[in-house]
């Protein structure tokens, strides 16, 4: 494959990623505004000759206030992205249910696994990928910045990778070792047994794959952790599959989704976990 093929494909998976984030975010603006009683209007893509601005804010003197949201607010501080294994325990319909309204009304399709079969054929296809991605040495270097001791304000901890826990102690070492060795048989294997041993596997698509879809592809799943959140469930992230192009489809058909698969998450109950460390608000807003 060309590598100027390559890498343009590798740039819009990290675009549509980088506007899902906005989605998560712009959501849990309409929560806090919400929360608060105040009457929002926002026009999502507005300019079209600036297509980095993904949202205008505005506020009206009247109008609705979103108050279905205010009910999720105090989630927003309390969800964490949770890496370890879930309770072994099945998940009630009820909550199910939940997911799929949360889903519904921000326009986000749902395709849940749940039977143990089903899980094994997800949670292959997501050992591929991660042989996949570590096999390219860009992949791996991008990574390694990301567990890298220096970063002290934000990054995330080798364990999300499936190397053992004490190299959260020593991430410079971690990132050393992902950056110079193979590494991904073991990811692989960590990653697969996590996707088998979760008692929900959720995965969140959208009948377009542009901007705008991938800001609803957002917004919907926000809305799902907070209502996951709220009812004591945490998640996190199995996107090997669809960020590798040629496993997308592969994911879709086997989940049989019409649309575009944006998202994969495993959910479940387990104690608590710490937090990936944050920028200062300061530097992200101005």
Same mark, same amino acid.
């Given at each position: 494959m060309p590598i100027a093929h390559e890498a343009c494909r590798t740039l819009t998976r990290s675009i549509r990623e980088l506007i899902i984030s906005c989605g998560a975010a712009l959501f849990n603006l309409r929560v806090a505004l919400a929360n608060f009683n105040i009457p929002v209007a926002i026009a999502t893509f507005p300019y079209s000759a600036e297509p980095d601005v993904v949202a205008r804010v505005t506020f009206p003197d009247s109008g609705p206030a979103l108050k279905d949201l205010a009910a999720l607010f105090d989630a927003?501080?309390? &969800?964490?992205?949770n890496r370890g294994p879930f309770f072994a325990e099945d998940v009630p319909v =009820?909550?199910?249910? &939940? $997911?799929?309204?949360a889903a519904e009304a921000e326009g986000v399709n749902l395709a849940l696994v749940r039977g143990m079969i089903a899980r094994a054929r997800v949670a292959a296809l997501i050992a591929d990928a991660d042989q996949r991605q570590f096999d390219d040495p860009r992949f791996r270097r991008e990574l390694a910045s990301w567990i890298h001791s220096s970063r002290s304000s934000d990054g995330m901890p080798a $364990?999300? +990778? @499936? $190397?053992p826990a004490l190299s959260d102690f020593t991430t410079k070492i971690a990132a050393l070792t992902i950056r110079t060795f193979d590494v991904g048989n073991g990811v692989a294997a960590a990653h697969e047994q996590l996707a088998r041993g979760s008692p929900l596997l959720v995965a969140l698509s959208t009948s377009m794959d542009n901007n705008e879809a991938? $800001?609803? =592809? @957002? +917004?919907g799943l926000q809305r799902l952790l907070l209502v996951a959140t709220k009812d004591g469930y945490s998640a996190s992230y199995l996107n090997q599959a669809i960020e590798v192009s040629e496993l997308r489809g592969r994911l879709a058909s086997e989940l049989q989704m019409t649309g575009y698969p944006q998202l994969l998450l495993r959910m479940g109950r387990s104690s608590n976990v710490s937090r990936s460390p944050r920028r200062p608000i300061a530097e992200v807003l101005w």
């Open positions: 927003i501080t309390k &969800r964490a992205t =009820a909550f199910v249910e &939940r $997911l799929r309204l $364990l999300s +990778q @499936g $190397l991938w $800001l609803t =592809a @957002g +917004q």
